[in-house]
């Protein structure tokens, strides 16, 4: 396995393209589809004596731009096999029904978020300007949690992990011990979840099982879609666990002082003021943590926004108690 490192300054940057190369040519992930970063991928194979050209299957993490914009264009060039989950296939395909759903759902979130009409019209500006990241559609091959792929003498096995994406799925490679796992886990930053992907319902608990549930893969090293490789996954996925943890507090704290809040003044207790992508992802956030205590009957949701109906919750009960004896 080779990472190919790309440049991104549009979204979190430091993109990850991994090449697998042996009977079959593979990549996980792509990058977004800019002329540069096409140009950074396609030096990037060189090194090994490849082109797009070459490819034989490509494993997308999940459907953001910055991780499937390029897989068009590599299987225009090859007729690559281009496999996502099965929740994000509409969106790599550039399905028509699928795409227009998601943005009258997310147009529908930023009202109920309460996102001003300054910052809104920032950031509908930002993503019209941005759309063209995502490439031209492929035709995409499903992929369901449990799913297994020869790859000669490697083996992957998809492992579903939404939250941050509704399809987002990582790869066991082999015997399990390492994965490939996209945004499911970062490095140095915790994944968005409630903005990332408007589609997932209830995003923070589906993210917190999907930390447990990498707990218990018990993983030696994860290649992440950004950035350096993470040497102790499982410790990594329980820092992230006590960061929602005590943003979740965080939240309670805010409801206790300033009373009934919705989304986006929640976020601007959390985060201050916010430009661009990030004018969806900290009310997105914020959200996804109101969410989750309304869900538990800590909050409810009124004419004024999220009232706190027990401000003395122990928020520890709301989260499972990961760690590696468990």
């Known amino acids: 396995m080779e990472r190919i490192p790309l440049g991104n300054e549009v979204f979190e940057g430091q993109n990850n393209v991994y090449l697998l ?7 996980v992930d792509t990058g977004i589809a800019t002329s540069d970063v096409r140009a950074e991928l396609s030096d990037g194979l060189s090194e ?8 034989d299957a490509v494993f997308l993490t999940h459907w953001h731009h910055d991780h499937a914009g390029l897989a068009g264009a590599i299987q225009a060039a090859s007729g690559a096999t281009v496999y996502v989950h099965e929740a994000d296939a509409p969106m790599v395909g550039g399905e028509s029904p699928a795409v227009d759903r998601f943005r009258a759902l997310r147009e529908r979130k930023f009202a109920e978020w309460g996102i001003p009409e300054g910052p809104r019209t ?21 992929v369901n949690d449990g799913d297994t792929f020869e790859l000669g003498e490697s083996t992957l096995t ?34 968005n979840v409630g903005g990332a992907d408007v589609r997932v319902d209830r995003p923070l608990e589906q993210y917190v099982e999907s930390l447990g549930r990498l707990v218990d893969l018990d993983l030696d090293r994860a290649y992440p879609g950004h950035r350096d490789a ?20 965080r939240v309670v704290d805010v409801l206790t002082e300033h009373g009934p809040c919705d989304a986006w003044t929640v976020s601007a207790h959390l985060f201050g003021d916010l430009e661009e992508i990030h004018i969806l992802h900290g009310p997105g956030e914020a959200y996804a943590h109101l969410a989750h205590l309304d869900a538990a009957g800590v909050v409810e949701q009124t004419d004024e926004g999220y009232a706190l109906v027990d401000a003395d919750v122990d928020v520890a009960t709301l989260f499972p108690d990961l760690d590696r004896s468990s």
């Open 230 to 249: 993470i040497d102790d996954p499982t410790g990594r996925a329980i820092a992230i666990l006590d960061h929602h943890r005590e943003r979740t507090r």
């Open 21 to 27: 190369d042996g009977d079959a040519v593979a990549l």
């Open 158 to 191: 998809a492992v579903h992990l939404p939250g941050h994406a509704a399809g987002l799925t990582a790869y066991l490679v082999d015997d399990g011990s390492e994965a490939f796992v996209g945004d499911a886990i970062l490095p140095k930053y915790t994944p």
């Open 48 to 55: 090994y004596g490849l082109s797009f050209a070459d490819v």
């Open 122 to 142: 920032e950031l509908e500006s930002y993503l019209e300007h941005h759309a063209g990241l995502g490439g031209q559609p492929a035709d995409v091959t499903v």
